[in-house]
Nanobody
């Protein structure tokens, strides 16, 4: 069974940086799109950034210029480099993948807290 394993969350001061990683546990899952979503308390889960196999990227306006999504197809891994973090970035961040067959998977979530 394919699983998504996330890492890299934590507590950081405003202006700081974090790097999230997410790896799909089995190479047999042909992944088309990898993405990061986030959900803050009392808010709906929303897209942060996504990347296709061809490295086409899409970002939420609130993170453009601060966050960078990248992927390593050979390792079935997606990264989210987050710079100049703000308190409003505080949320649980979820990894998401969608295969060419339409199959979707979610990670368990990792907490990111931006606070002084």
């Amino acid at each position: 069974q394919v699983q998504l394993v996330e890492s890299g969350g934590g507590l950081v001061q405003p202006g700081g940086s974090l790097r999230l990683s997410c790896v799909a546990s089995r190479n047999s899952f042909s992944i088309a799109v990898m993405a990061w979503y986030r959900q803050a308390p009392g808010k709906e889960r929303g897209l942060v950034a996504s990347i296709t196999t061809g490295d086409y990227t899409n970002y939420d306006d609130s993170v453009k210029g601060r966050f960078t999504i990248s992927r390593d197809n050979a390792k079935n891994t997606v990264y989210l480099q987050m710079n100049n973090l703000k308190p409003e970035d505080t949320a649980v961040y979820y990894c998401y993948v969608k295969g060419y067959t339409g199959r979707e998977l979610w990670g368990q979530g990792t907490q990111v807290t931006v606070s002084s």
